[in-house]
């Protein structure tokens, strides 16, 4: 009697997968394709998820933005920006104007994003300053003629030069810059760098306009932001109770939520089209091992003339099923991972590895070899010794 154990049965595993190389590879070729694939898609698709959460991010912290529509029945004012200063659930308020201007330096001229605004602004949208300093409180009440510079727009005019103390022209009338902002990059399809930021009062002098367009609202750190945006529609209805179709308030949570939604069933679209590899591997695997049954039948009939059970040969070739699926899981791993280095770097995306994803793919491809290793195994088990032995 052969006692066939697991560790022989694998020996004799790779031993039948060596003897045809080039055979094992293509039966491989699936497994690897599609573990690959996974990793690949959905490590770009968690990359996709996290650059957009960061984006998103870097509009502000717990963010409410208050919209008008340019109508009569609607106007926020100072009087409006104090009454939202005294909603307990606000941390700071920042009224904001904006429009296009052109700047000129030299022979340098270019048209730029201008926003009017007041301090609270670089807290509310999450600024920071690279050089200088941001506005304050005394430029909007002086209306001072100061600036500052998104990160492309210094690049644009000063290059390598400190544009601190020098000055710019902004439709003509000369400002001089204070502050030069760190760069953002872009968000949500426009760049956060290409801008010059003036206090909220010279900005309704350079754009002939004292109308107040948007208000960025900043609620308190780990308030829920939809009980905020509910205080905050209420309040506005109680000042225009006659023109609520004229504003909006929008919460930057709704957008990160949407987001996400839509990014997680991407990833689900692209792991599910990825994950029809694997299973199209597992077919090649059984194909192949009905194969190897039928020319390995003389074989399994010596073994069980001399006293091999029915479970030595089923273990036998479901083994050899599984040996061949997990080196082909093995391998598509060491591909994705490096596919996706490759990606990344040549077309500048976002790869964000998973060892869950990783695991999930590498067990996925384990259960292919045990799910389509089985038919072929039983096939083998049960084969009459002496059919098998007289088989030509």
Known sequence: MIELGILQS?????????SNKLRAFLTMLGIIIGVSSVIVLISIARGSTANVTSQINNLGTNLLTVNTFGTDKVKLTDDTIEKFKKIQTIKAVSPAVSGRVTLKRDRTTAQVSLTGTTSDYQDV????????RFLSDLDVEYRQKIAVLGSTTAQTFFGWENPIGQHIQVDGTSFKIVGVLTSKGGSMGQSGDDVIILPLSTAQRVLKDTAIQTVYLQGKSGMNMDFVMAEVQMAMKRMFPNGTDEYSVFNQQDLMNTMSSVTNTMTMMLGGIAGISLLVGGIGIMNIMLVSVSERTKEIGIRKAIGAKRRHILLQFLIEAIVLSSLGGIIGILVGIGVGNILGKTMSLTVSYSSSVILMSFMFSLLVGIIFGVFPANKAS?????????FE
């Open 10 to 18: 694998i020996k004799m595993a790779i031993r039948s997968i060596k």
């Open 125 to 132: 949208r999450n600024m920071k300053v690279a050089a200088g």
């Open 382 to 390: 049960k084969l009459n010794p002496i059919q098998a032995l007289r």
